[in-house]
């Protein structure tokens, strides 16, 4: 399959999915309520899908892998503050692990993505040089 743009890696389709659970969550509990916690889960699970955007768009996997650790990171981070929700009384069991369970569906989706691109010959077009000389 060939990848045009960021919109075509089913790792930032996944994120996105899970974007919208988290928004969805956070509407239809008591998170709403408890700002920082709110709006720290909002920031962690946007910048899952914006970091597969903007490391695909930077045109070398260095960067790419770069970008797409801080989105793993930031898919750990969130796991964590469904850990908080939980135990503060924001979300039951069963909405905690069916949550929990697609950030770490997408955390192995973004991490078998690092490792393709870190044994990939193809670096992006960044490093693609052209010897043409034009007249």
Do not use: P
Not at 40 to 62: C, P
Not at 92 to 102: D, M
């Amino acid at each position: 399959m060939m990848i045009n743009s960021f919109e075509d890696i089913i790792a930032w389709q996944k994120a996105r999915e899970l974007d919208k659970v988290i928004f969805t969550l956070i509407q239809n509990s008591t998170i709403k309520s408890d700002f920082a916690l709110k709006d720290q889960m909002l920031r962690s699970s946007g910048s899952i899908m914006d970091n597969i955007a903007e490391g695909f768009d930077r045109d070398g996997n260095k960067e790419f892998i770069h970008f797409l650790t801080i989105s793993k990171g930031s898919c750990s981070e969130l796991r964590s503050q469904l850990y908080r929700a939980m135990d503060r009384g924001y979300i039951n069991e069963e909405n905690f692990e069916e949550i929990k369970n697609k950030s770490i569906e997408v955390n192995k989706i973004i991490g078998g993505l690092i490792k393709y691109l870190g044994s990939s010959t193809i670096k992006g077009n960044k490093f693609k040089t052209n010897n043409t000389i034009k007249d």
